[in-house]
């Protein structure tokens, strides 16, 4: 079992930054992706970026240039440094966590963009 703890959600101004926090704990493997998926209120829940477990990234072309994923191994810990923040942002971010053919899922943080 692994158990995924999201951080960082909040209220921020059009074109301001936030940075999420994604903690895993329990039985991990080195050989993973973990991700980070939104869903905004009457729509499906959708990719923002995936890192491997040897660095190898992917972005959602809305997200491409403003967000960054980055991944701290040696703390099981997955990162999302949001810029240039728009109100089309405004979602439930999850933290997603793949290993052995089993996905995990934190709670979800709330990232409200607004002025």
């Known amino acids: 079992q692994v158990q995924l703890v999201e951080s960082g959600g909040g209220l921020v101004q059009p074109g301001g930054s936030l940075r999420l926090s994604c903690a895993a704990s329990?039985?991990?493997?080195?050989?993973?992706?973990m991700g980070w998926y939104r869903q905004a209120p009457g729509k499906q829940r959708e990719l923002v970026a995936t890192?491997?477990?040897?660095?190898?990234?992917k972005y959602a072309d809305s997200v491409k240039g403003r967000f960054t994923i980055s991944a701290d191994n040696a703390k099981n810990t997955v990162y999302l440094q949001m810029n240039s923040l728009k109100p089309e942002d405004t979602a439930v971010y999850y933290c997603?966590?793949?290993?052995?053919?089993?996905?995990?899922w934190g709670q979800g943080t709330q990232v409200t963009v607004s002025s």
């Open positions: 997603n966590r793949n290993q052995e053919g089993v996905g995990y």
């Open positions: 329990g039985i991990i493997f080195s050989i993973y992706v």
């Open positions: 890192i491997t477990g040897t660095g190898y990234t």
